[in-house]
């Protein structure tokens, strides 16, 4: 049996519902780099890339497209986060990320973005059946994923609302096309990014507070 398969195989079976390992494995890697961006360790990039390394194998096997697709681009934005967070960020005195709201500008690029780039993704998955069985919740969640690590990348707080909006198809997308773990997992997703966007909204206010202060 090759890695792959190995991946894609059957660990157990809770609730009626089939868990591979490449399901469980790569949620559970990802699960952490939430955890670690959360904290604002730079090591939540290389967790990410891992992440996308074996769900990009489970979706792959799946025919979902968007979602495999979205792997690749977790992994691309992993090493694009990964040298935003080394080179020429603005440090916090413990030596993590400092994180800020985006301005209204930034934040039109990221609804526009997400907005065109799901119609555009969608329509292709429509014109192309076989790319993709779940055309438009795979587009959504594909783009909607590009947007929030790319905020995360850039230390905005708003990259905990992009994930959220994100949540809101995951979970029923991934029960539906067989990956209960990242349907479960997902729900853990959603405390996480509760509790996330909370530090982090409190730590973009500190140095302003600091400054009001003084």
Known sequence: MSAVDWLNAEAFTVFDQHIKWSDMIGNSIGLLALALGWRRSIWTWPAQFASGVILLVAFSSAHLTGSAGKQVVVMAVAAFGYWQWTR??????????????????????????????????GGLFTLYPSLSWDPWPDAYIFVGTLVAMYAQARGMVEFWFAWLLVDLVGVPLNFANGFAFSGFVYVIYGALVLWGMRDWWLRSRTPALEGAAA
């Open 88 to 121: 020429g960020r603005q440090q916090a005195q413990d030596g993590s990320i400092a994180v800020r709201f985006a301005t209204w500008r930034e934040r039109g690029f990221l609804v526009a973005g997400a907005a065109v780039g799901t119609l555009a993704v």
